[in-house]
């Protein structure tokens, strides 16, 4: 406390320095929680998601969204595990040279976005997924934000 004293913080200061600091430390057990529920709920992603801890939002997100479409990870799965890398994907999308589309190829995109934001234009509003496409991309964002869905929100039964 001294050392924050020194460099112009007040003790008030130091009350608010610890609230943000449980507030941090809550929101990282929450994001924790909700990438253990999803591990429990699904195997394939459970698979993908403990090569890397739980606070490696962009390969969380990315391997949830991938996991979820079987023919994308039935093609590519084994190569992402083997490199603990988004990068088969990417070279998938770079040979496909704008061939692809629908569904699968935004899902693919989709995952290199999630995993290196600043590398990756994403695509949009993604229109072409159904329902259930929607609702992974969904948990993928709040994946890449940590940001679980809001405590006592209506989620529907079915898998997220």
């Known amino acids: 406390m001294a050392t924050l004293v020194r460099m112009g913080w007040s003790s008030d200061d130091g009350s608010a320095l610890e609230e943000s600091l449980t507030r941090g430390r809550k929101r990282v057990e929450r994001h924790a929680a909700f990438v253990a529920h999803?591990?429990?709920?699904?195997?394939?992603f459970a698979e993908a998601s403990a090569l890397h801890g739980p606070d490696?939002?962009?390969?969380?997100?990315?391997?949830?969204?991938?996991?979820g479409c079987?023919?994308?990870w039935g093609a590519l799965g084994s190569r992402v595990l083997a490199d603990r890398?988004?990068?088969?994907?990417?070279?998938?999308?770079?040979?496909?040279n704008g061939r692809d589309?629908?569904?699968?190829?935004a899902v693919m995109e989709w995952a290199a976005y999630l995993w290196e934001v600043e590398r990756h234009h994403?695509?949009?509003?993604?229109?072409?997924?159904?329902?259930y496409y929607f609702r992974r991309w969904m948990t993928a964002l709040h994946l890449r934000h940590r940001m679980?869905?809001?405590p006592g929100a209506d989620i529907p039964g079915r898998d997220l």
């Open 148 to 150: 679980p869905p809001v």
């Open 38 to 44: 999803l591990r429990a709920r699904d195997p394939v």
């Open 56 to 67: 490696n939002a962009p390969w969380q997100a990315a391997v949830y969204l991938l996991t």
């Open 101 to 105: 589309v629908g569904s699968e190829r």
């Open 70 to 72: 079987r023919p994308v």
């Open 122 to 131: 994403h695509t949009g509003y993604p229109c072409e997924f159904g329902e």
């Open 85 to 96: 890398s988004i990068a088969p994907v990417v070279q998938a999308l770079a040979r496909a």
